[in-house]
């Protein structure tokens, strides 16, 4: 069991209003926050001024929507980042870094590069045999990918899932959460030929590997050769890390859902090169949700074989009097 040790937030956010968090008497400091794109920014003279607080060193407004205005006032003394961070924590971590390249561009005084947002003991309760603290810096990363990679820097995997429930949300209150699963595996792929870049490759936890490097391979331009060898020399790099149930990938999914759509009760996988009725009938052994078979296969014959999805439909199925398949979607949905 993991035990929380004493929330440690760094004071000028304890004075703003962009913050989530469980205090050691156990009160709750919270604010509304939304994160909203600018449209366009007005820049203010940055020549320093004074006034009662001090010497202005930099001044900028961000203007969102054309209505509502954030503004960076950074005093002489004081951390950029840190001002940056509590005017525009509503903002998007892009435009957060442009304004501190401005910043740094002026040659105003900083002594580091990120704000840091978060910071948590971490101990675990069943032998006390770990004891860490857990930091979460403003640079952009995506929060539950620094959970997961704290967890198993430390090697604490199993730990991970309570770790993220505890941690996550709060980071949420402080950025904007993307993604409730990590990457698990990511590297720059090439070429074999020339080492030309062709992109990154991130599988998420709980992804088949052979999916996650399909799907890459064939979001990829340029001309591969033979795609299946390329996949698969990449896969064996992948499957040396992650664990690999099969070499083969899903190349159509269909979701079965009740019928208003509000829940997910199973879905229909058809693997690259594999007759659609193979696949019906497959899952029909394996389900017991009780569809029509008849009308099921219809169907996926159907969705499957418009597309070029790189499934098999040479297999037949019974048709209605009229020569017409026979089609229902009552509890199919994409």
């Given at each position: 069991m993991i035990k929380l040790l004493l929330f440690i937030i760094l004071p000028f956010l304890l004075s703003g209003s962009a913050?989530?968090?469980t205090?050691?008497?156990g009160s709750v400091i919270t604010a509304q926050q939304q994160q909203q794109q600018p449209t366009n920014d007005e820049i203010q003279p940055t020549t320093s001024t004074n006034n009662d607080d001090g010497i202005i060193i930099f001044q900028k407004t961000i203007t969102f929507d054309n209505q509502l205005q954030a503004n960076v006032t950074i005093f002489d003394g004081e951390e950029p980042v840190d001002v940056i961070y509590k005017a525009l924590s509503s903002v998007d971590f892009e435009t957060r870094r442009q304004v501190f390249e401005e910043v740094k561009s002026l040659g105003i005084p900083n002594t580091k590069e990120y704000a840091q947002l978060f910071s948590q003991g971490i101990l675990l309760d069943d032998d006390d045999s770990f004891s860490s603290v857990f930091t979460y810096h403003d640079?952009?990363?995506e929060p539950?990918?620094?959970i997961y990679n704290f967890a198993?820097?430390?090697s604490i995997e199993r730990y991970f899932p309570q770790l993220g429930s505890t941690v996550l949300p709060q980071l949420c209150q402080l950025v904007k959460c993307n993604r409730l699963r990590p990457v698990v595996w990511s590297n720059e792929i090439s070429s074999a030929e020339d080492g030309q870049p062709l992109g990154v490759l991130e599988i998420l936890q709980y992804v088949e590997p052979v999916d996650a490097v399909d799907a890459f391979v064939q979001n990829i331009s340029v001309d591969l050769g033979n795609s299946t060898v390329f996949r698969n020399n990449?896969?064996?790099v992948v499957c040396e890390t992650l664990e690999c149930t099969r070499t083969t990938p899903v190349v159509f999914r269909m979701l079965v859902k009740t019928e208003d759509g509000k829940e997910l009760l199973d879905s229909i996988d058809i693997y690259e090169g594999e007759e659609v009725i193979d696949a019906v009938d497959r899952f029909i052994s394996q389900s017991n949700l009780g569809l029509d078979e008849l009308t099921l296969k219809n169907y996926m014959l159907q969705e499957a074989c418009?597309?070029?999805?790189?499934?098999k439909c040479t297999k037949n199925v019974d048709v209605a009097e009229d020569g017409s398949p026979i089609f229902s979607n009552s509890?199919?949905?994409e």
């Open positions: 913050v989530t968090a205090n050691s008497s640079n952009g990363s539950i990918d620094d198993k820097e430390n990449i896969l064996q418009k597309d070029e999805y790189r499934v509890t199919m949905q």
